[in-house]
């Protein structure tokens, strides 16, 4: 017998992990002011200090842009990059281009007593997001080495709102091991009782 057909008669047990835990829903709104037309404003230490506070240790957290000229996105906090991302945004959607939005004789009501000609920041957060999910773990966001959360203000200055939603994972009951079948009860036609149904 070959090498090969010997190593496929391995046994496997594959092993399911079945955790109960009770999800605990809170809910943090962070008001910025920004500054530039175009601004790239690092999030990440606030949510951070935040989930440290209220202990939310294990979970989720969506962090949510309330607005339409204003995006959530994960990049490198890197200056030279952010200047970058501003050239590429305004070559994208050039403020002087004409837009339709822009058109306030053209516009149906409502139009908000402060309306900017902003055609072009709409246009820029269409090829954004609105909104990230990231894991927490330890109390903290589990980004990678360079990841950052930024809400990109596309036109401003303002104030804006980022609605922040925490679901956090608390252990209700121990978890308790589930052993499927064996990979081979499966190969050889031979369904255990013990497998999976």
């Not at 957060?125 to 990231?134: D, P, V």
Request: charged share 25%.
């Amino acid at each position: 017998m070959d090498e090969s057909s010997a190593s496929s008669r391995l046994t496997l047990r594959p092993t399911l992990s079945q955790s109960r835990h009770l999800v605990m829903l809170s809910n943090a709104i962070l008001e910025v002011a920004t500054k530039h037309p175009i601004e790239f404003i690092d999030l990440t230490e606030r949510i951070n200090a935040h989930l440290r506070a209220h202990e939310i240790e294990h979970g989720e957290v969506t962090i949510f842009s309330r607005h339409t000229t204003a995006a959530i996105k994960i990049n490198e906090a890197e200056e030279l990059l952010l200047e970058d991302f501003k050239r590429l945004l305004r070559r994208l959607c050039p403020p002087e281009h004409g837009y339709h939005h822009n058109d306030m004789s053209r516009r149906k009501p409502p139009i908000a007593v402060d309306e900017r000609p902003n055609g072009h920041s709409h246009c820029m957060h269409l090829l954004l997001s609105t909104s990230e999910t990231i894991p927490v773990i330890d109390t903290r966001l589990a980004l990678g080495t360079w990841q950052r959360v930024f809400l990109v203000e596309l036109d401003g200055p303002r104030r804006r709102e980022v609605f922040l939603r925490f679901t956090q994972y608390l252990r209700h009951q121990p978890a308790r091991v589930i052993e499927t079948a064996a990979l081979n009860g499966y190969q050889n036609g031979n369904r255990s009782s013990r497998g999976l149904r």
